[in-house]
């Protein structure tokens, strides 16, 4: 196995803290400081790229065209990124994918008129692309890097980053788009990524003894082929890989394009409505840090009580939909992407948590690589399909929001009925199926 830092947060019992674990796990803490600075500029490229693409096109189909390019990149590159995650050394992957990543972003300063749209696709395409190596390669590096009691509170830190990020980044972004324009965004995008791998280069990490890194394309395509293979005999797994897409196309993809919709047309605020979007992209940001940090003080890591705080996330995602849709106000706009983004959050999470408790080294890089091509994928759909019933009903921007809000109780109806099911059915372990695999 890896190398995990460091022996005196491992020997200690319960639940380590968050500035324990940062203070004491010097591995985590480099990837954490490179997580931070890299979301950081993430954010101000999304808030730019959006802003950019409604500026020259004006369209709401072209902005979920956008989010359809950038969701369908990382389908794409899954099925291979995920061999990659288990077969290669998942430090110099990271690596590797900040730097190609940040030459890329430098790309994004030629799209001056609409002449360019097409270039500010391909960028986007070839960006997120790369991200679709770096985030499973990111997920199967963290338990080799923390202790099993540590794992809680690192997966929880991560992603509450994530969503203090989107908040702090989407601000930072709206404000310098809305100010000063569009392009100085994309340029410390690429300073962020280079930072991040300077930062990660300083990871002390072992690969486990027994990864493969050998073999060609169509090796590497059975490997991912086991992979799903697992998925199919082991349904628990299945469902809970399922969790974070059908959020994707029933509640995030829908409401990201109607964001964008309400800052250039309802509540314009700042150039071309960007401070207004960071606002709505900082409220996300809130939410969905919240909401699991809240979370985790009445379910620990407790897998039982994992699984029951996600149906409560459905709801809540509901109602923050519900709340949105009225659109009388920029404030209720707010407290209603606030609500969504808790309940999302906690889905979110609580799903990785039960990944990581569960799932076998081996194939570890291979099942999140294809829970994030499912994401991605339904999550694009949920992007065609909103920008398709904005341009092309008399919905508008409140009818649609609505009808994702009534969209979202289904699959949070059908995992409350699996959970309900699963009280008399003992879950699998990593430890009894990893000879399975």
Not at 133 to 160: M, Q, T, Y
Not at 244 to 256: Q, V, Y
Request: no cysteine; proline share 4%.
């Amino acid at each position: 196995m890896s190398e995990k830092q460091s022996p005196p947060t491992q020997a200690k019992t319960g639940t380590s803290g968050y500035l324990e674990l940062l203070r004491n796990n010097l591995n985590f803490r480099y990837l954490w400081f490179g997580e931070v600075v890299s979301l950081l500029g993430d954010w101000f490229n999304l808030i730019a790229s959006a802003a950019l693409i409604a500026r020259l096109t004006g369209s709401g189909l072209a902005v979920g065209g956008l989010f359809v390019v950038r969701m369908l990149a990382i389908f794409l590159i899954s099925p291979i990124a995920g061999v990659w995650a288990d077969r290669y050394n998942r430090r110099t992957l990271i690596i590797i994918t900040d730097i190609t990543r940040a030459i890329t972003v430098m790309g994004f300063l030629l799209v001056r008129d609409p002449n360019d749209v097409w270039l500010l696709y391909t960028l986007n395409f070839i960006q997120l692309a790369i991200s679709g190596v770096f985030f499973p390669a990111k997920g199967a590096i963290l338990p080799d890097l923390v202790s099993e009691k540590e794992l809680g509170p690192a997966n929880a830190l991560s992603s509450a980053t994530w969503s203090v990020m989107l908040a702090l980044g989407a601000a930072l972004g709206g404000l310098v788009a809305g100010t000063w324009g569009i392009y100085p965004a994309f340029m410390m995008d690429a300073l962020t990524f280079i930072l991040s791998a300077f930062l990660v280069a300083r990871v002390q990490y072992t690969p486990p003894q027994d990864q493969e890194n050998t073999g060609s394309i169509a090796d590497a395509m059975r490997e991912y082929m086991k992979g799903l293979d697992y998925l199919r005999k082991h349904k628990d797994i299945l469902f809970i890989v399922l969790l974070k897409a059908a959020m994707g196309i029933t509640s995030a993809g829908p409401f990201e394009v109607m964001q964008v919709s309400i800052s250039q047309n309802i509540f314009v605020i700042g150039e071309g409505g960007g401070i207004g979007l960071g606002i709505i992209y900082t409220a996300v940001g809130i939410g969905s840090g919240l909401g699991p940090i809240l979370a985790r003080r009445f379910t620990g890591d407790d897998e039982n009580k994992l699984r029951r705080a996600i149906v409560w996330g459905y709801l809540i995602t509901t109602v923050g939909l519900g709340v949105a849709a009225t659109l009388q106000s920029f404030g209720l706009v707010l407290v209603g992407a606030v609500l969504r983004s808790f309940g999302s959050g906690i889905n979110w999470v609580f799903s990785t948590q039960l990944l990581l408790m569960l799932l076998p080294e081996r194939v570890r890089g291979r099942v999140l690589s294809t829970e994030f091509a499912i994401l991605t994928l339904l999550t694009a759909f949920g992007y065609a399909g909103a920008g398709v019933l904005l341009d092309r009903t008399g919905l508008g921007i409140g009818g649609v929001l609505w009808v994702a809000s009534a969209l979202v109780l289904i699959p949070g109806t059908l995992w409350a009925l699996w959970v309900g099911f699963r009280k008399t059915n003992p879950p699998e372990t990593a430890v009894a199926v990893e000879s399975q695999v």
